[in-house]
């Protein structure tokens, strides 16, 4: 996803891959379904006898392909190329469409994990994930993170492990 396995170190193995939760994509998806139906319902009530009517048509056809652009396609995007890595070693953490921005967090500078979760992100498997290491950037917080409880509870096994000075329990 966002780190090939050729970029891990020498003993390093990955313990999983994600992007953000689902959920981020609701408001991009009706917003799609809002502005086909609107554009649609536009396209249908310009009167074919009109001397403008290709123009008016034409008008609706770009701005609905502005608003598409900006209310769905870019939000997807931004979720699709956000993605997070954990490994033995570290935890990644990618974003950007155009221009690209990692983090890296060495297991072994993590000093604390936390998670909170909503109510509705209880049901729906999501959360917050909070995540201080002993860095200039201090405190993380990562929202919408899929299998919240799945992900600290690796992400705190690892940490347990690089303070032991063990790798994958051993």
Not at 20 to 37: D, M, Y
Not at 40 to 69: C, K
Not at 78 to 91: A, C, E, M, P
Not at 154 to 169: C, K, M, N, P, Q
Request: glycine fraction near 6%; charge should be neutral; aromatic fraction near 8%.
């Amino acid at each position: 996803m966002t780190l090939p396995d050729h970029h891990l170190t020498q003993g390093e193995r990955r313990i999983r891959s994600f992007h953000p939760h689902w959920k981020r994509l609701i408001g991009p998806a009706v917003a799609l379904v809002l502005i086909a139906a609107a554009s649609g319902a536009a396209l249908w009530f310009i009167p074919s006898d009109w001397q403008f009517a290709l123009y008016a048509r034409a008008a609706v056809a770009v701005i609905a392909l502005i608003l598409l652009t900006i209310w769905s396609f870019t939000p997807y995007l931004r979720w699709k190329n956000t993605g997070y890595v954990l490994t033995t070693h570290r935890f990644t953490i990618s974003r950007g469409v155009l221009n690209k921005s990692t983090d890296e967090i060495p297991i072994a500078k993590v000093n604390t994990v936390s998670s909170d979760q909503t109510l509705v992100e209880r049901m729906l498997g999501c959360g917050t994930l909070t995540v201080e290491s002993a860095s200039d950037r201090g405190e993380i917080v990562l929202r919408d993170i899929p299998h919240i409880q799945d992900v600290r509870h690796d992400l705190f096994r690892l940490v347990e492990d690089a303070s032991d000075g063990e790798i994958d329990g051993r």
